[in-house]
């Protein structure tokens, strides 16, 4: 009687049962491995030695905040972060770093998984398990200035430049500056308190002029802001600059009216 099958097909089948078998294992070895998310800074003059990094990680299908992890991630270092993705319809992932004060965050992304780059971080969709994803946080500073502009009211021909400081925290800003109509002045700072520093800007007082420096008083200036104030100044118009404008006229009538009177008195 002849065997059913023969030591050549039996080999092919333990060798094909076997393929099946690795397979199966690296497929499970595969769904247990976890997402990674790799992090790293570039941290430009004036940035802190590190910035707080946070990782939320939510399902596609509308589910709730699956897990969320923060590190710190220092200026020449990085940090990992490792999810478990449970399941083959993939997570979406968000990755964001607390601005410093007076700092501007940018972000830079690519890996396995889909991404998306706003200045809100690094978003990650489709993540399925092990992908390796990566995220660049950029920080450098960013400038903060008040401009100051000039209104006047009541003039009538261009008026001269006027001269103004700044004073912050009780302190003189260095550096006046000339502005006029047209022609704003103004500073830029390095405010250190995150909570912001209050500054008047102040102007050198001239009796052509009734100055209104309101909108200019009590600034507080934060961080990376950029603030504006306008100065207003009304105009003063003294005699002798009316004398001046119409002097001529009013003598040439006051004569013409002296004269007539005295015609009529000698007159019979």
């Known amino acids: 009687m002849k065997p059913i099958f023969s030591n050549s097909r039996m080999n092919g089948l333990v060798a094909l049962f076997a393929v099946g078998a690795l397979m199966a294992a690296a497929n499970e070895l595969h769904a247990e491995e976890p997402a990674t998310f790799t992090v790293d800074a570039r941290l430009g003059e004036g940035a802190p030695d590190g910035l707080q990094v946070h990782l939320r990680c939510g399902a596609v299908a509308g589910g709730g905040q699956r897990t969320a992890q923060s590190g710190w991630l220092p200026r020449d270092g990085s940090v990992v972060f490792e999810v478990t993705v449970q399941g083959v319809e993939g997570w979406n992932c968000e990755v964001s770093a607390e601005a410093p004060p007076a700092q501007e965050v940018r972000y830079r992304g690519d890996g396995g998984s889909t991404v998306d780059i ?70 830029v700072l390095d405010p250190r308190d995150p909570e912001g520093i209050l500054c008047d800007v102040l102007e050198r007082e001239n009796e052509s002029f009734i100055p209104d420096p309101g909108d200019c008083r009590n600034l507080l200036i934060l961080p990376g802001s950029e603030e504006e104030c306008t100065m207003v100044n009304t105009k003063v118009v003294k005699m002798i600059e009316m004398l001046n404008r119409y002097g001529l006229a009013i003598m040439i009538l006051v004569f013409m009216a002296v004269g007539m009177v005295a015609a009529r008195r000698f007159v019979p």
């Open 118 to 187: 706003d200045r809100g971080g690094c978003h990650f969709s489709e993540i399925l398990a092990g992908h390796a994803n990566f995220c660049q946080i950029e920080a450098r500073g960013q400038a903060t200035s008040i401009t100051v502009y000039k209104k006047w009211i009541g003039a009538t021909r261009e008026e001269p430049d006027v001269l103004i400081e700044l004073v912050c925290g009780g302190q003189p800003v260095a550096g006046v500056r000339y502005i006029n109509a047209g022609k704003p002045g103004g500073w």
